[in-house]
């Protein structure tokens, strides 16, 4: 059962990114870049059959390089750039013919390692590998030559990225920044998927590191996962909550003051994706749900995102020394003509804040069965607040904190999660799945089924009769 909802926590991730989809003008892709200390190898230079390539089995150690041939969706992260998707993108935004993606920088910035760039890389780097291993593990020229010797190994994480340049992939929050180049942005390096992207059908980059993690075909152990971190799903879920939404007020203060990787021309203000997609994708009509008194802030106004400034973050923090999400920003980007240079200033004292609690939690002891009873019920509560007037991002972000606290719990005590709250989590799950629009072209759809109808055809359950019987399950579990 367990098992099964870890699957089904998969799903929703996949699901999220089938949101909707973007575009973007001749980025200078390296404007600003230092001189890079490192340089990429390629990954067949990890690939000799006595060190990466041993071939034994999806996951297993030594075969890292054949789970990512074979399983890793990174590695066709080139390829898919010459499927008629992404011809469609790139005729919607430059009008440009088939094949031309492959040769835009702005779709090889996320779609290739090192940017695209082959002149500063060696011999073994090529495009076509995609997404490979020095993505994000780092170009390989400083530490390929010693990363297996006995005095490499006794290094710690910080010390083999500060001296060798091998990425800290254990940290989770530095491994959230790993991720959230691409499944986020960073608009200084050029690389975003703005409202033009979507709108021109780019999936919507809606990252969650835990779901992420978890649908993620790894090469490595999760023995080595729990051993670091016994709570490692709720764990990734809190810390990714925290370090995304810094990475998430980064990019907004970059776009606010036109960062320099940016083409400032081409860069709208207010930019769409920072706000609520429904306020504008829904059909203007009398019955609509928040004309019939469904505001959950004042009319006519237009909301700030949601994703990465919830209430499953704002539960996150409420445990941390910053208490609260810093409200300076949330109450300027909810503002119709937010001054961009106002916003920018307030990002910025937002990041540190975010930073401090982000840092506090990474080191802080790993939690126990009440701890994530706890955070399960506060989430659930929220839930059942929100249920008429919360957002189908609102709804999923919960869903998504549950699924990792749910499979945390089960980890620490398998036979002590009670049954009733899986069975409510899979129907939460279905339910998000059955208002979400099947194709990936409008938010439209979903509107409809969502925002006019909240009790959908497919099952009788509602948000609210759910969130109340995930309250019952965890009542239950007193007993
Ligand atoms: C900020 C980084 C970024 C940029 C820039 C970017 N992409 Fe993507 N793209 C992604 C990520 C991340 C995904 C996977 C999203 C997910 O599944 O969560 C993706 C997914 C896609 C998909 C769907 C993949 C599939 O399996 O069908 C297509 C097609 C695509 N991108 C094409 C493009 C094109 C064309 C461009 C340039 C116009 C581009 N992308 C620019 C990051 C980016
Ligand atoms: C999408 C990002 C990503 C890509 C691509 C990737 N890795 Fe990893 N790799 C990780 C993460 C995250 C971990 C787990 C954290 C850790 O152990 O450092 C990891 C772990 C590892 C480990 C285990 C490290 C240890 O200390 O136990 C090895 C070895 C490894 N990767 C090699 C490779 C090779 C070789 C490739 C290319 C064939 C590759 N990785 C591609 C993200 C990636
Ligand atoms: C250099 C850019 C880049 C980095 C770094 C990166 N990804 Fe990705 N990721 C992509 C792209 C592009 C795709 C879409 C590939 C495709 O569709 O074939 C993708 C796809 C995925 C998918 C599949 C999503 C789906 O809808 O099926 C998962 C899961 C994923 N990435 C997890 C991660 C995690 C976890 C990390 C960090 C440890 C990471 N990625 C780092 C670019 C990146
Ligand atoms: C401030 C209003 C606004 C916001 C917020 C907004 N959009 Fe749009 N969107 C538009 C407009 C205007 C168009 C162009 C419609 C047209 O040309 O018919 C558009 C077009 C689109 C399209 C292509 C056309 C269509 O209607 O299917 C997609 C897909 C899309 N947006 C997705 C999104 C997503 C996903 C978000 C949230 C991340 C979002 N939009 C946020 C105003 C907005």
Redesign the pocket.
């Known amino acids: 059962m367990f098992f099964q909802l870890r699957d089904k926590a998969l799903d929703i991730?996949?699901l999220?990114?089938l949101g909707a989809a973007?575009?973007?003008l001749s980025i200078p892709a390296t404007f600003g870049a230092e001189k890079e200390r490192f340089t990429p190898l390629g990954a067949p230079s990890c690939a000799s059959a006595a060190c990466h390539n041993q071939n034994l089995g999806k996951g297993i150690p030594f075969s890292e390089y054949t789970t990512w041939t074979g399983f890793d969706?990174h590695h066709?992260?080139y390829e898919?750039?010459f499927?008629p998707?992404?011809d469609r993108?790139?005729k919607n935004?430059y009008n440009t013919g088939t094949g031309s993606?492959g040769s835009?920088q702005?779709?090889l910035?996320?779609?290739s390692s090192n940017q695209g760039k082959t002149d500063h890389a060696g011999p073994g780097f090529t495009l076509t590998e995609g997404v490979g291993c020095e993505s994000c593990h780092g170009a390989s020229s400083g530490y390929i030559a010693v990363h297996f010797t006995e005095k490499f190994k006794k290094l710690n994480a910080v010390e083999k990225e500060r001296e060798f340049g091998l990425t800290n992939t254990k940290d989770l929050s530095s491994r959230t920044r790993v991720c959230a180049?691409?499944?986020l942005?960073?608009a200084r390096k050029g690389?975003?998927?703005n409202h033009d992207?979507i709108a021109?059908?780019?999936?919507r980059?809606?990252?969650e590191l835990s779901s992420?993690l978890a649908q993620y075909p790894k090469h490595w152990k999760m023995e080595e996962e729990f051993k670091r971190h016994p709570d490692f799903h709720a764990k990734a879920w809190a810390l990714g909550q925290m370090e995304s939404s810094k990475i998430a007020l980064q990019l907004l203060e970059d776009r606010a003051s036109g960062t320099k990787g940016m083409d400032v021309k081409n860069n709208p203000w207010p930019e769409f994706t920072e706000f609520d997609c429904f306020s504008c994708h829904k059909d203007l009509r009398l019955n609509s749900r928040k004309y019939q008194g469904g505001y959950s802030n004042k009319p006519g106004s237009l909301p700030w995102g949601g994703w990465f400034n919830g209430n499953a973050l704002k539960i996150v923090l409420e445990d941390s020394k910053v208490k609260a999400f810093p409200v300076e920003v949330s109450s300027q980007m909810n503002q119709f003509g937010a001054q961009p240079s106002k916003v920018a200033l307030s990002c910025k004292k937002a990041i540190d804040q975010l930073d401090l609690a982000a840092k506090d939690l990474e080191k802080s002891p790993a939690w126990g069965k009440p701890q994530l009873q706890g955070l399960a019920k506060r989430l659930i509560e929220s839930g059942k607040q929100n249920s008429e007037k919360g957002s189908w991002d609102e709804f999923a972000q919960i869903y998504l904190g549950l699924a990792a606290i749910h499979n945390s719990w089960a980890d620490l005590d398998p036979m002590g999660v009670p049954g009733e709250l899986t069975k409510e989590l899979v129907n939460l799950r279905n339910l998000l799945k059955d208002v979400f629009p099947d194709g990936f072209d409008s938010p439209r759809l979903f509107e409809d089924k969502f925002g006019m109808n909240t009790r959908n055809e497919k099952s009788s359950e509602t948000f609210s009769s759910v969130f109340r019987s995930l309250q019952n399950s965890m009542e239950s579990s007193r007993r």
């Open positions: 991730a996949k999220l990114a973007s575009l973007f969706p066709k992260a898919v750039l499927n998707r992404s993108i790139m935004l993606a835009t702005l779709c910035n996320c779609h180049d691409c499944h942005g960073n690389m975003e998927v992207l021109a059908g780019h999936p980059l809606n990252f992420y």
